[in-house]
Every structure is written in structure tokens, then in C-alpha cells.
């Protein structure tokens, strides 16, 4: 009876307890939880009720969001997520509340690791988180998208950047009085503002297959801010940024980012560079994780830290990932760095990718103003194993389908039903404020001033005047030189460019001039890709054989300090008609027809050998050449500006062909040939050892009895200027050829070894090599030598023979070089290791270039 008694008055007691709690008044708490260091929201983070039954509680969803109801008389909540510090919050009595949650992230592995005994030593032998992490390499094929046999996914990707870390003073300078509205409190920083400055926007279908191999990205829909076409490009500023935001794929071997390879930690070669250690085993999900912490053994290499949470049920499939860069990294301009990858299960058990975020502060100033940028890619229905017909596979790698345009009034409303995630209040705002800001008098007027200092044209309503840098320039032939010029823009026509420009020089007294109309054909501008147009010219200039210049023209006030002998010039009058196509392939087509007349000018002279000994001089050589070149180059991405492309380099060769007919008696041609080059250049991604461009070439002359201006007279540099496609420490005019076979080297260490040496890897700087050849010939008919009836070597002031063919050796040249001094700057010293007879040829040479670079 009294075990009875017993139990009734522990039932009645239960009974009061729960009658007691819930007829009391319920509170409704709800709100987000959110990451303190980059606001990411953090989902599936617990919340408790402190004290009161396990039971009473709740999860916050993919989006961090929670709601719960608590009874009155509970004072606080408990948040608390793996790898986060716990929070506590109060619960204010009476009233609903929505709370905004801040977890800190729990202190980082170096720290643990710095607290362990010194005598403990890190070795990879019998190292359990070594040992995982082989498994996981083992097992990555099957955890990633290439391992499906059938996959597909809508995928949203966004990008936005803003200036950042600005404080008050900044953000009321009287320069600002106009633009106040621009500026966003940034919520992450006390007394901080961020002035919002790019947005874009991308929704897709994505496919893949595994065999035959093929992904293709539909785009569906897209938008960004865009500024004025007249200023900007803004398809090419849409590809630099989203190559330096790559897509971040860990199970690479290596992963792009900012247009550098970093080893990622699931590499073959990750334990050899990464330290790892298991900071954590997580029983409370299905499958059990493990918390893998890893960072680089070397903190200036191009590595991560951070930690991998990986799947213990035989898979070993990252499920989520936490990366960052040492501060250390021989890395130009980054304040911060941080990636973060979450995976889901999909319906065959496997995890796939479902969000990617990297963001990335860059440093501009010591005091912390710079750029905030951030690339977030979400994905969602994702299936696997659907049969698509063969045509979805035939387009293009990204295919933009072509939809009815949104009227602009519904365009906001059309992205809200397209977006995973809402925008944040700053990225709402970019749109609408950057087209605010192209009807600002002021703001067109900055513009103005950034493209006179960028691309060396001053506006003048329809037309620009430019290059500044040519307005004055010097040379033995003409002296000082003075040149105006300048080109139409848009605001004249949209089809039709003119360009010209009109020069004086002060020592010859002569006028020189250059004109030229483009039409384009496909009704585009002659700058945007695809081009395709139509060009005629003339101009009478002078110009240095052999000599190749490269993104500038060759009366910059830079060129006119050379080294050595430098008088062997042409005055050059040229007639030509040009038409180039370019298909979305990135292959294209250039055809062009052209009459030259040269005159030769200072030391440089036509001259015929006569039976007496004596030479005749020849006064003009008259030429008309048609030419076709091709060129592919697959997956080439570039900035264009208005006289060159800034090229985007990727891991894919470039490949070009040319041919040039001489016709003889067309239009006054003197002389009958055929020459064929063909080329090909490709970037090799060596890892944490770098980077190698190489570049080969080769062509072939056909004809006889052909002077040397219409053979192949070797890119020589006799400036201070280290120049990529020339030969630094070869004269102009010196090696001529009507074959050759060349090769060009560039290999950039990035550091590897400056990143090793105490002291000297402070200073960030790296390690450049190059090696470059030339190798060919005369035949006897074309060869001054053994012909007597085309025009003799070319000879130098002083009477010497100054130019030659190749002998039974290649001409060769060799640099080191230190490069990323003070960030911008390259400097080699340069050997020349053959034909040092020659006049006036350099042993060696320190020449200096401006690269500036991540």
C-alpha cells in the first residue's frame, strides 16, 4: 500500500508541475542566429530554455532563423553551435521578442597548438587526422558532382563589392556633400561605414554528365549594376571579378582564387604542406562528423587554415568546410579572407555542394580602407540521374538563354521569386544607386578624370583626345616630336569610329599623320565581343624594324630613352583595308589587304652591290601583301579597353596562324612571296611552385631573291623596359631570318623560395625566371652573303656590319629577377649567353617592368 502511495503522489506531483507551466503565459521568442565575424547566418544551431526540460527547445532552420514559445517565468535562452562559443540571451517578461543572435567562433587549432608541450613534435607517421585525411583524398571522386553519373541543379549565384572600413570623418568629407546617400552603416564595426559599389546577379539551370563529359550552365536570367559603356567595360569587369571570386571547388587539387592557386587541404600533396589534427568528434548528427583542424606548415605559402567536418559512415564526405589565409601569405593588398562550404545529402546518399561563399576584404590603405568583396553561390533541386536529350549537352559550357526582358518596374519582383536568400539592405540598395549616380554632374566628371589617367583620353563631347603619353616623345631621326590626336565615340555613332592623329618633328621637319574609319557589321561597338567590322587606313610615320611593342605605341615619352646605337628607322607610308569576325567560340578571322612604301632614314639604307664594288642606294621599296590569320583561344577572358585587351589568363593554349602573300606587280608590289607563322602559348599552373608561360612560334618564307624588309626581322628590345615577347638584349635589325623556330619561358615561383628564408620573406617579394631562344636561316638566294642581287647587310655608324643571319647555334638569352618589389615592381638581370662578337652586343643588362599583380 504505501509503494502505491508512493507513486500516486509522485503522478499528482507531475501532474501540478505540467498543469502549473502550461497555464501560466507563453512568451513567443523568435529571431536569427547569426556568425559574429561575417554575419553568414548559422543554421541548425540549438536553443534551449535554460532550465527548464531538455525537451523545451527548438533548432534554427538553413537560413538561421528560429521561433519558440517559452513560459513566463524562464529568465534566458541558451544558443550554442559545434565550433561556436555558447551565447545566453534574457527573455524580457510580458512581451514577444525577436532576438538577433551573435555567435563568436571558439578559439582557432594554432592557438591549442602553441599551448602544447614542446616537446610534443608533429609528424605525419601514425597521425590519426593524417591518416583521415588520406581517406577522404582516397574517397573524393565518389563525393563530388564528377562522380554522378547524371546531375541536375538550379544554381543562383551573386557577387557584390563596396568600399569598406570607413569611418565618419571619410564619410563627411566635403567631396561627399552630394553622395551621402551612398554610405550604409556597416553593422559589424562601431561608427563604420561601407559605401556599397558593385552588385551582380546570375540565375541558372546547371547539367552535367559523366560520359560523354559534359557540364552546361544555362543562364536564365541575369543583372548588375552597370556604369556608362563610354567609361567602362562592363562585361569585362563582370569576368575579372568573378575570376578573382572563383568558384571554389575543395575537392580540386587546387582551388583559383584572386587569380593565384592555393593547394587545397583534400590535395594529393596536403600532408606535405598542412599540418592536422582532430579537434572534435560530433555523435549528435547522422552520419557522425569529425572535426578535422588543419593549417599551413609554412604561414607564407599559399595555403589555408581552417577546419573540415568529415563524415564517418565509410563515405568520408566533407560536409561542411571553414577556410581562411595567414595573415603572413605572400599575398598583395588582402586584409581577410574566408570560404565556407556547406554539403546536403542528396536522394542516392551522397553530399553535394548546396552553398559556397568566399569573401574577401582588400587592404588599400594601412589603416584599413579598402574593398569588401563577397561571391555567394547557392544551389537547390538538385537530382540525380535524369535522362536528358543530347542537345542540352551541345551548347556552350555557359549558355545564355535568351528570355523577354523584364519591364524594370517588375524586375525586382521577377529576382525575389528567383532568390534562395533575400538581399541584404546594402546590396538592395546598388542597383538603384548606381544609376543614380550616372546622372550626377559630378560623379561623370570623376569618370572623366579616371579615364584620362587609365587610358590616356581626355572626353570632348563625341570625340576623345589622347594618348597624353604621346604628346611628346624624342628620337635621333625626327628629334623632339610633338603629336595631337584622338578618336569618336558613341555619342557620334554607334557603328562608325574614326581615328587619327597629326605629328611634327623638330630635327627631320616633317609631318606625319595617321587616319582611320571602322564600320562595324554586326551592329555592335568595335570594342565588345564579338567583333566584327571593317576598317580602312593610311598613315605616313616612322618606325623601328624589328621592333615590338606591347600595349604601347612607339612615340611614348617612355620609349625615348634607349640603350646602344638607335638610328635605324623607316618612314613608312602605309594604305590598308581590314576586316576581322569573331564567333562566340572564341575563334576569329582577320583578313586584310595592304600597300606599304619605305624610306629608309639615319643609318639604315637600301643598298644593291654593284660590279665595280661599290653599292647603288635605293631610295623607296614598294610592297603589297594580303594576309589571313586565325586564332583560337578557348575560354578567353579579358578586360578590353579601347586600344587592348587586359587578358585573364586560364590553364586553356592560345593558338594562332598566319599567312602574307607579297604580290608582286599589284599596286606597285616589287616582290613575290609567301610566308606562313604559326604560334601557341600556354599558362602551366604548377601548384605551390607557381606558374610557367611559354611561348612557342615558328615560321617559314617562301621566294627567292627577297630583300631583307619582307623576311622576319627579329623582336629586339634596346630599351630599359624588360619586355614578355622581345628579346632584351638583342639590337634592332640584328638577326634576320626566312625560317625560325623560337621559344619563350616565363616562369614565375611566387615566393616558394623567399618564403623560406627568415627576414627576406617580410618583404613578399618573388623569384622570376626566363629563358629565351631563336633559332633559323637564310637559304642561299635570300642570304646577302652569297647574293649579290638583293640588298647588303645592314651596317651601324661606324661602318660595321650590324646585322645578321643565324649561324649553327640559337641566339639565346637567360634572366632572374626579383619581382613584386613594393608590390608593382619587376627588375632581371639578363644575360646574353651567344653572339657576343657582335657590335655593340650586351653580355649583360638590368631591365625593369611595371606588374602589378595579386
Do not use: C
Not at 55 to 68: H, P, R, V
Not at 343 to 353: C, H, I, P
Amino acid at each position: 500500500m504505501k509503494t502505491y502511495i508512493l507513486y500516486f503522489n509522485l503522478l499528482l506531483g507531475m501532474l501540478l508541475s505540467f498543469q502549473e507551466t502550461w497555464s501560466q503565459e507563453m512568451i513567443n521568442v523568435s529571431g536569427k542566429v547569426l556568425n559574429a565575424e561575417n554575419y553568414e547566418p548559422i543554421p541548425y544551431a540549438s536553443i534551449t530554455v535554460m532550465g527548464a526540460d531538455k525537451n523545451l527547445g527548438t533548432s534554427s532552420n538553413q537560413s538561421g532563423e528560429f521561433s519558440l514559445k517559452v513560459p513566463a517565468n524562464y529568465k534566458s535562452i541558451k544558443v550554442s553551435y559545434v565550433g561556436f562559443e555558447s551565447e545566453e540571451y534574457p527573455i524580457k517578461a510580458g512581451e514577444a521578442q525577436n532576438i538577433r543572435v551573435m555567435l563568436f567562433p571558439a578559439n582557432s587549432i594554432e592557438e591549442i597548438v602553441v599551448k602544447a608541450p614542446k616537446r610534443l613534435k608533429y609528424s605525419n607517421k601514425n597521425n590519426p587526422a593524417v591518416e583521415l585525411i588520406r581517406q577522404v583524398v582516397a574517397h573524393r571522386d565518389q563525393n563530388r558532382l564528377t562522380g554522378q553519373k547524371l546531375a541536375e541543379f538550379d544554381q543562383y549565384e551573386k557577387i557584390s563589392l563596396g568600399l569598406s572600413n570607413l569611418d565618419g570623418k571619410f564619410k563627411n568629407k566635403k567631396v561627399f556633400k552630394n553622395y551621402q546617400f551612398l554610405f550604409q552603416a556597416d553593422d559589424s564595426v562601431e561608427n563604420s561605414y561601407v559605401l556599397p559599389a558593385y552588385m551582380e546577379e546570375k540565375f541558372s539551370k546547371v547539367y552535367y554528365r559523366k560520359d560523354p563529359n559534359a557540364k552546361k550552365q544555362y543562364i536564365l536570367a541575369e543583372r548588375k549594376a552597370e556604369f556608362d559603356p563610354k567609361f567602362v567595360d562592363n562585361d569585362g569587369l563582370s569576368k575579372y571579378f568573378n575570376r578573382l571570386y572563383d568558384e571554389v571547388e575543395i575537392y580540386d587539387n587546387n582551388i583559383t582564387i584572386l587569380t593565384n592557386q592555393f593547394l587545397s587541404p583534400i590535395a594529393n600533396a596536403a600532408p606535405t604542406f598542412y599540418r592536422f589534427y582532430i579537434t572534435d568528434t560530433i555523435k549528435t548528427v547522422s552520419p557522425m562528423l569529425v572535426e578535422l583542424s588543419f593549417f599551413p606548415r609554412n604561414k607564407t605559402d599559399l595555403l589555408f587554415k581552417g577546419k573540415l567536418y568529415v563524415t564517418l559512415d565509410g563515405n568520408y564526405a566533407v560536409q561542411k568546410a571553414q577556410m581562411t589565409i595567414n595573415k603572413d601569405a605572400n599575398i598583395n593588398f588582402v586584409g581577410d579572407l574566408n570560404i565556407e562550404l556547406g554539403f546536403e545529402k542528396n536522394a542516392e546518399n551522397k553530399f553535394y555542394l548546396n552553398k559556397s561563399s568566399l569573401g574577401i576584404d582588400f587592404a588599400l590603405t594601412d589603416k584599413g580602407k579598402g574593398i569588401r568583396g563577397k561571391r555567394v553561390v547557392l544551389i537547390n533541386n538538385y537530382q540525380n540521374g535524369l535522362e536528358r536529350p543530347d542537345s542540352i549537352y551541345q551548347v556552350p559550357d555557359k549558355y545564355i538563354v535568351k528570355q523577354v526582358e523584364e519591364e524594370p518596374a517588375k524586375e525586382e519582383s521577377y529576382w525575389a521569386t528567383l532568390r534562395p536568400e533575400p538581399l541584404q539592405r546594402s546590396e538592395r540598395m546598388i542597383y538603384e544607386n548606381i544609376d543614380s549616380l550616372q546622372h550626377m554632374p559630378s560623379f561623370r566628371t570623376l569618370m572623366d578624370i579616371g579615364a584620362l589617367v587609365f587610358s590616356g583620353y581626355k572626353q570632348a563631347g563625341p570625340v576623345e583626345i589622347g594618348p597624353v603619353n604621346t604628346f611628346y616623345s624624342y628620337n635621333p631621326v625626327e628629334g623632339f616630336r610633338l603629336r595631337v590626336g584622338g578618336r569618336t565615340t558613341e555619342l557620334l555613332s554607334k557603328r562608325f569610329y574614326m581615328e587619327g592623329y597629326g605629328a611634327y618633328g623638330f630635327e627631320d621637319k616633317k609631318w606625319k599623320y595617321f587616319l582611320s574609319g571602322t564600320y562595324s557589321l554586326n551592329n555592335k561597338s568595335i570594342y565588345k565581343f564579338p567583333q566584327h567590322y571593317v576598317r580602312v587606313s593610311a598613315s605616313y610615320d616612322t618606325k623601328i624594324p624589328g621592333q615590338n611593342l606591347e600595349f604601347i605605341q612607339e612615340d611614348n615619352v617612355l620609349l625615348s630613352f634607349k640603350r646602344g646605337e638607335n638610328q635605324s628607322y623607316l618612314y613608312n607610308h602605309v594604305y590598308r583595308v581590314d576586316y576581322k569576325a569573331e564567333f562566340s567560340s572564341n575563334f576569329s578571322v582577320t583578313a586584310g589587304l595592304g600597300m606599304w612604301n619605305q624610306n629608309p632614314a639615319g643609318v639604315l639604307s637600301y643598298r644593291l652591290p654593284q660590279m665595280d664594288g661599290g653599292f647603288k642606294q635605293i631610295n623607296e621599296l614598294k610592297n603589297t601583301e594580303f594576309n589571313v590569320g586565325l586564332r583560337y583561344a578557348p575560354h578567353e577572358e579579358y578586360y578590353q579597353g579601347k586600344l587592348y585587351r587586359t587578358p585573364i589568363f586560364n590553364a586553356y593554349p592560345i593558338f594562332n596562324f598566319n599567312y602574307t602573300a607579297g604580290l608582286k606587280n599589284v599596286f606597285g608590289g616589287e616582290n613575290a612571296y609567301h610566308t606562313f607563322t604559326a604560334g601557341a602559348f600556354k599558362r602551366f599552373y604548377l601548384s605551390q611552385l607557381g606558374y610557367a608561360d611559354i611561348n612557342v612560334e615558328g615560321s617559314y618564307t617562301l621566294g627567292d631573291n627577297l630583300p631583307f624588309p619582307v623576311l622576319n626581322i627579329h623582336r629586339a628590345n634596346q630599351t630599359y623596359a624588360y619586355q614578355l615577347q622581345s628579346y632584351n638584349l638583342m639590337n634592332f635589325m640584328e638577326f634576320i631570318s626566312d625560317k625560325h623556330a623560337s621559344w619563350n619561358v616565363q616562369y614565375y615561383m611566387n615566393g616558394f623560395i623567399f618564403n623560406k628564408i627568415p627576414l627576406i620573406k617580410k618583404l613578399k617579394i618573388r623569384e622570376v625566371f626566363s629563358f629565351k631562344g631563336v633559332y633559323g636561316g637564310l637559304r642561299d638566294s635570300n642570304n646577302p652573303s652569297l647574293n649579290n642581287n638583293i640588298y647588303s647587310w645592314q651596317t651601324n655608324g661606324l661602318g660595321e656590319q650590324s646585322s645578321f643571319t643565324f649561324s649553327n647555334k640559337p641566339y639565346m638569352e637567360v634572366s632572374a629577377g626579383v619581382a613584386n618589389i613594393f608590390k608593382i615592381l619587376r627588375v632581371d638581370v639578363v644575360k646574353r649567353l651567344n653572339y657576343l662578337d657582335h657590335p655593340d652586343a650586351p653580355q649583360w643588362g638590368v631591365r625593369a617592368r611595371i606588374k602589378f599583380d595579386f
